[in-house]
């Protein structure tokens, strides 16, 4: 039981480029999501999932598109990367929606885009 | 507008006294508020909660203290280890929906 995976762990782009940020979970958890983390801002949801094939916008969701095909992955593509999207992104899966006690992060992709 | 507002960005305590973070909120429709823990160059990990319907929650050390009329949460940490030296974030949900609201977090020093 692996948990929740994030890849790669560290990313360098340049202005423009395009990558995916992987996100997997084996907890058979419906609920996905994904924040990112900057300094002095706490962590702010992106997009989530409540299911395979239904995908939704949190706070911050410009920039960055999401899809769920399958109940186990859930990926963050980044379609230009910019300077403002250097952060640190977290994956997370919850049996119940809204989180809590339920709700496991992975450990983080850390995204420099110069 | 942040609606979950943690406003000191850290705190020092002595080991094996108590630790009190506190959060602030502007939402009224909040009605379940939880703490996360985190390491460095690690994801927060789920620590406490408690349902806007009680007024306090205990779970070994930690203590989450909820006072509805003055939009103030509390987490009282007794007696502080060094383990607990992280940074805190404090969150909260609207009831019926999917999203989580996170402060911006306090980092949490324990002094030897």
Redesign the interface.
Known sequence: NAGVTQTPKFQVLKTGQSMTLQCAQDMNHEYMSWYRQDPGMGLRLIHYSVGAGITDQGEVPNGYNVSRSTTEDFPLRLLSAAPSQTSVYFCASSYSRGGGETQYFGPGTRLLVL | DQQ?K?NS?SLSVQEGRISILNCDYTNSMFD?F?WYKKYP??????LI?ISSIKDKNEDGRFTVFLNKSAKHLSLHIVPSQPGDSAVY?C?A?IVG?????????TRLHILP
Do not use: N
């Open positions: 979950v943690q960005p379940y939880l160059a690690e994801g927060p990990t789920f909660s974030f969150a949900r929906d999917d999203k989580i609201i996170f402060g911006k977090g």
